[in-house]
């Protein structure tokens, strides 16, 4: 590499805020990133889907526990999955279509930690209740 091809090199990056690696090469891992990020969103989405089985598995639980009519508790079990399911429909299309896509950003390690929060604290209740 000649030094005007690192010079500019180097001046792109001082122009976009970013430091350049030793060497003159530019550092790239976004794509590990991105790899690293699909994988956590399908296993988020994957336990979510676990979670609504948990969550239903509570709710009938507890309202069995609580009412002793089984249609009650039923009731409750069917509204929990559909409530469950549209909240998990929303997680794994807006992480899929906006998320995945800010990768680099904290923004997207926020929403998915938001969602492994949800989903772990679904479990925590499965085991208390």
């Known amino acids: 590499m000649n030094s005007e091809t690192q010079a500019q090199l180097v001046g792109d990056a001082a122009m976009q805020g970013r430091q350049m690696p030793a060497g ?54 069917h509204a929990t999955v559909i409530i469950l399911a549209v909240g998990w429909l929303f997680y794994v299309v807006v992480g899929g279509e906006s998320k995945l896509r800010l990768i680099p950003s904290r923004a997207s390690w926020t929403w998915f930690a938001a969602g492994a929060g949800v989903e772990l604290l679904i479990l925590i209740l499965y085991v208390l209740i």
């Open 24 to 77: 003159g090469q530019k550092g790239n891992p976004s794509w590990l990133l991105t790899v690293l990020g699909f994988v956590i969103w399908v296993a988020t989405a994957a336990f979510g889907l676990f979670a609504i089985f948990l969550g239903r598995q509570t709710v009938v639980r507890l309202v069995g526990a609580l009412s002793r009519d089984t249609y009650t508790a039923t009731l409750a079990g």
